[in-house]
């Protein structure tokens, strides 16, 4: 079974930067979407951005601008580079992969373990 690893989280001050990676274990759908999702202490979880096959990307409103996300299909990768980081962006960022046709259930596809992102100074 295919799993997912993040790595990069940590504490940073605001305005500084992080880059998280995951490495799936094998090999991900090239049709697949990959994305990154945060959930910060009392709140629900929410998609901070995703990647489509073709490299079409979408972001939450709020990290627009400030966060990059890409997918490397050769080496079975996707990173998220945070930038210009804020207090309110603190939280748990999980990564995920999952069937286009399954993206919106939560229930399917394929979660990491979670990689702690503090933004504090």
């Known amino acids: 079974q295919v799993q997912l690893v993040e790595s990069g989280g940590g504490l940073v001050q605001p305005g500084g930067s992080l880059r998280l990676s995951c490495a799936a274990s094998?090999?991900?759908?090239?049709?697949?979407?990959m994305g990154w999702y945060r959930q910060a202490p009392g709140k629900q979880r929410e998609l901070v951005a995703a990647?489509?096959?073709?490299?079409?990307?979408n972001y939450a409103d709020s990290v627009k601008g400030r966060f990059t996300i890409s997918r490397d299909n050769a080496k079975n990768t996707v990173s998220l580079q945070m930038d210009s980081l804020k207090p309110e962006d603190t939280g748990v960022y999980y990564c995920?992969?999952?069937?286009?046709?399954?993206?919106?259930?939560?229930?399917?596809?394929?979660w990491g373990q979670g990689a702690q992102v503090t933004v504090s100074s």
């Open positions: 995920r992969a999952a069937a286009p046709h399954l993206w919106n259930r939560h229930e399917f596809g394929i």
């Open positions: 094998t090999s991900i759908g090239v049709t697949d979407i």
């Open positions: 990647v489509l096959s073709g490299s079409s990307t």
